[in-house]
């Protein structure tokens, strides 16, 4: 995994998973920032079930329709990046980069540089598909959204790590609320008006091979395998992702519960 | 971009403790560099006053991260190393680490960051101080950079970019 590669060519360790837990691919993703000293790309076909991911700062009260998360026993993550929360499921494609902060020539270490630079690269994978462009954070077709992204910047490090709705299914929209803080591009449209499926455009295969391919112009792109990092892990890494307990959303649904009892009283007085 | 290479290039140094007009304000656009503080290439800085050091991101980083939406800081009583991360900022573009300067043990987190994130964009070496250290190996600063030398330190950071 660290032998050079080309020569000026830094070396980019690809990882291809297949229906990896959602929660396990992050704290892959966690563990590779923050104990290795190499360049990743992780690339997860779908996750195995539903599952809600916030970011760093997520609330589930003001977030989640809690009653019908704990209903339905969906799972809640808290991730170790920021920004919004995503409902993904089998319809969903992850890509992750993770780099030394000068293994891309010409990328600063910053949030915007770092966000144009993954533009660029899926403008080559989406090229002569659809209108692609990157817009404020997202990956849009024309002025719908169908890819979301989260970079985190250690001193010596950053991950880029994205969320692809190849497809989505539309009842699970209706676990998450509208979030307060939305892409001014969003305006005032519902998640199903503001969404688009990535399937009406590339089919899954098509988008992985041009997403290696798209690496490979600023990679030398090597292929390990889960196995392989698994034994070399550092042991004592404890990720800061998390699941949420059933015990902690019921919390949260018992006091937006009795906040709505004291506000209906409010009114009635 | 530009406008950070611009600003960079027309470097305000300040030596007085200038109030700053917000990070999104039309006539605001340079990256302020303040004397009497030192600087990581991290790009923090640290105050030191007697036995207790401050430390917060400087108006470059701010400027780079855009509107800080969310602060995670330690507990008073810990510590930390140089150069390591001791909380970390989001704003609505990323998360980034935040590390230590210097070495100490954590005397003063600042609260009103947990209501008012927005404090680090607003007033960066003010306000929006993060931690207070006791530090426990004072020559560290030594390794910092000056004023002057964070100015060109930014000016070439930007420009081999």
């Known amino acids: 995994m660290g032998s050079p590669g080309k020569i000026g060519v830094p070396v980019m360790n690809l990882v291809r998973l297949k229906g990896v837990p959602i929660l396990q691919q992050l704290h892959l993703e966690e563990r590779l920032l923050r104990t290795s000293s190499h360049n990743w790309c992780i690339i997860n076909d779908a ?32 991730r170790f990046t920021g920004g919004g929360t995503v409902l993904v499921d089998p319809g969903t494609i992850f890509v992750t980069f993770i780099c030394n902060k000068d293994a891309v ?14 533009g660029a690269l899926y403008n080559k994978v989406f090229q002569g598909v659809g209108d692609f462009h990157l817009r404020e954070n997202d990956y849009v077709f024309g002025d719908r959204k169908f890819g979301g992204n989260a970079p985190s910047i250690t001193k010596n490090r950053w991950i880029h790590h994205t969320s692809f709705l190849w497809d989505y299914e539309v009842r699970n ?10 892409p001014e591009y ?17 089919s899954r295969s098509v988008f992985i091979d041009r997403t290696i391919e798209a690496a490979k112009t600023h990679f030398s792109v090597r292929s390990t395998d889960l196995e392989a990092i ?26 937006a519960s009795q906040s709505k009892v004291s506000l209906s009283q409010s009114f009635s007085l | 971009m530009w406008a ?28 302020s560099v303040l004397d009497g503080l030192k600087y990581a290439s991290s790009h923090e800085w640290v105050k030191h006053e007697g036995p207790v ?10 400027d780079h991260l855009g509107e800080v939406v969310f602060v995670e800081l330690p507990e008073p009583g810990g510590s930390v190393s140089q150069g390591g991360s001791f909380g970390a900022v989001e704003s609505v573009k990323a998360t980034s680490d935040v590390n230590s300067p210097i070495s100490g043990e954590i005397v003063e987190v600042n609260s009103k960051l947990a209501e008012s994130p927005g404090l680090i964009n607003k007033s960066p070496y ?22 002057k030398e964070y100015t060109k330190f930014c000016e070439e950071e930007d420009a081999a970019h």
């Open chain 1, 230 to 255: 698994e034994t070399t892990a550092n042991t004592k890494f404890c990720p800061s992702t998390k699941l949420l307990t059933m015990q902690e959303l019921e919390t949260v649904a018992k006091f």
């Open chain 2, 4 to 31: 950070s290479s611009t600003a960079n290039a027309l470097r305000i140094s300040c030596a007085s403790k200038a109030h700053l007009s917000p990070a999104f304000s039309l006539s605001r656009c340079f990256s």
């Open chain 1, 186 to 202: 969003r305006l005032a449209r519902g998640h199903l008006e503001f969404i688009c499926r990535m399937k009406d455009y590339l």
């Open chain 2, 53 to 62: 050091a401050t430390i917060g991101i400087t108006d470059h980083a701010q």
């Open chain 1, 173 to 182: 929209m209706a676990y998450l609320k509208l979030p307060a803080r939305v």
């Open chain 1, 105 to 118: 020539a010409g990328v600063q270490p910053h949030p915007q540089p770092i966000m144009y630079w993954s």
């Open chain 2, 126 to 147: 003010e306000d929006g101080w993060m931690i207070k250290l006791k530090p426990s190996n004072p020559s560290e600063l030594e390794s910092l950079m000056g004023s």
């Open chain 1, 47 to 78: 996750t195995n079930q539903p599952t809600i991911v916030m970011g760093v700062s997520g609330k589930p009260a003001e977030l989640l329709e809690i009653e019908s998360v704990l209903c339905d026993q969906i799972p809640v993550v808290r």
